[in-house]
């Protein structure tokens, strides 16, 4: 059974930090680029990072390029956002997704190709 828990979420002030998990089961980790996804209420939902499968490549929105950073373990089937400098305007459902893409950058991929999605994790940053 295919599994992603996102974890982490939670309420912090604005300039603080967040580390949010992504553990995986159910299909082979290694072989699956991760993404970060966001939706804001009232917004649609927009790609945050990616990190391809093997080679690592990653990808930022302008938005949260230099404050957020993607990682993953693959040995403990689990992806990582870490979140610092938090602004208001990141409050969000952050989502994890999986792709099945081996040797591709991830960034090439739009959402809708993403093969697993998570449920979701609050993330509410107060000014």
């Known amino acids: 059974q295919v599994q992603l828990v996102t974890s982490g979420g939670g309420l912090v002030q604005a300039g603080g930090s967040l580390r949010l998990s992504c553990a995986a089961s159910?299909?082979?980790?290694?072989?699956?680029?991760i993404g970060w996804f966001r939706q804001a209420p009232g917004k649609e939902r927009e790609r945050v990072s990616c990190?391809?499968?093997?080679?690592?490549?990653?990808f930022y929105a302008d938005s949260v390029k230099g404050r957020f950073t993607i990682s993953r373990d693959d040995a403990k089937m689990t992806a990582f956002l870490q979140m610092n400098s938090l602004k208001p305007e990141d409050t969000a459902v952050y989502y994890c997704?999986?792709?099945?893409?081996?040797?591709?950058?991830?960034?090439?991929?739009?959402?809708?190709?993403?093969?697993?999605w998570g449920q979701g994790t609050q993330v509410t940053v107060s000014s």
């Open positions: 159910g299909f082979t980790f290694d072989y699956y680029a």
């Open positions: 990190i391809s499968s093997s080679h690592g490549s990653t």
């Open positions: 997704a999986a792709l099945n893409a081996v040797q591709a950058m991830c960034v090439i991929f739009d959402e809708d190709e993403y093969d697993y």
